[in-house]
């Protein structure tokens, strides 16, 4: 299918694009086999990635692995430990805590690689890609300070993307009920997302993202995503700005924003027994722990 570029801090103009994401059929599971782990970071990654998560954690850049389209730098070792612990932490272990170990690892792509450098266009540059539920690529993690790391940037360059393939991953699973896709059926804007709307206009036709306007599974994805990771103080933002004048639509924004939520909660609650607002709780009590992690050494 085609890739699909999402915005930097979900909006286009700002010329900073999260990632792309690209939909397949799942295939089953891929348990990681081959050679023992080389070194202690490959050891630690084995422990902590690929036993537990059945995910194969790539840090060294084989090119086989990289969009082929960039000119690309592999990530050095002491933001890779890094972004090893933190993606586990805040990723892989709030899905753990909320709906056990073997729906995180039965759920959570299974190959996670790891980009140096940005992957830079014309106009602006891609720090995250994903790739049919299979695979999540995290780049230009070189930029990363590791004396001064915050939850709003990983949230808005890393962890909004994992969720979002998570739930790419789910739905493709058991499918939502068609009445979430019916509420804005005729203003989906296909591959002519990214100059469709404002994102204030897109807000006002009941879109918590400009790329959520693509079609309704990415819209699904980033209800879900945003609402678990962007914290209450941005969703109330986004429902605020939703509550404008939107045209003549004889519903507001927000009230189509909050019935989509609604049936994403039931979905997950429904389909797979977790509750968004104890998954959103857990994903920030660890994040107000960040400065616990010692990210530097294994």
Not at 199 to 208: F, I, M, N, Q, T
Request: glycine share 8%.
């Amino acid at each position: 299918m085609k890739n699909i570029l999402k915005t930097g801090l979900f909006l286009f103009c700002a010329g900073v694009m999260l990632f792309s994401c690209k939909e397949e059929e799942l295939g089953p599971s891929q348990i990681i086999d081959g050679n023992p782990p080389a070194n202690a970071f490959d050891q630690w990654l084995y422990a902590n990635y690929t036993q537990p998560y059945n995910i194969d954690f790539q840090y060294k850049l084989r090119d086989i692995e990289t969009n082929l389209d960039f000119d690309v730098a592999p990530a050095d070792i002491d933001k890779s430990i890094a972004m090893a612990k933190l993606v586990k932490f805040l990723w892989l272990e709030t899905m753990a805590e909320v709906g056990g170990q073997d729906f995180a690892k039965a759920y959570a792509p299974k190959s996670i690689l790891l980009v140096g450098s940005g992957l830079y266009r014309t106009t602006s540059y891609i720090v995250g890609y994903a790739e049919g539920g299979l695979k999540i690529a995290f780049s230009d993690v070189n930029s990363m300070d590791l004396d001064n790391i915050t939850m709003d940037y990983l949230s808005s360059r890393y962890l909004k993307t994992a969720f979002h393939e998570n739930a790419h991953i789910l739905h493709q699973t058991k499918q939502y009920t068609a009445d979430f896709a019916n509420l804005t059926a005729t203003t989906y804007m296909g591959d002519d997302w990214p100059v469709a709307y404002s994102l204030d206009s897109a807000y006002r036709l009941g879109y918590v993202s400009n790329y959520a306007s693509s079609e309704p599974n990415e819209d699904f994805a980033e209800i879900f995503a945003i609402y678990v990771t962007g914290g209450q103080e941005n969703w109330d933002n986004i429902l605020e700005r939703a509550s404008q004048f939107n045209g003549g639509s004889p519903a507001s924004g927000r009230s189509i924003i909050e019935q989509k939520l609604e049936i994403v909660r039931n979905y997950m609650m429904g389909q797979w027994n977790i509750d968004m607002d104890e998954l959103r709780g857990v994903f920030e009590a660890r994040g107000a722990r960040l400065d616990e992690l010692d990210l530097k050494n294994l």
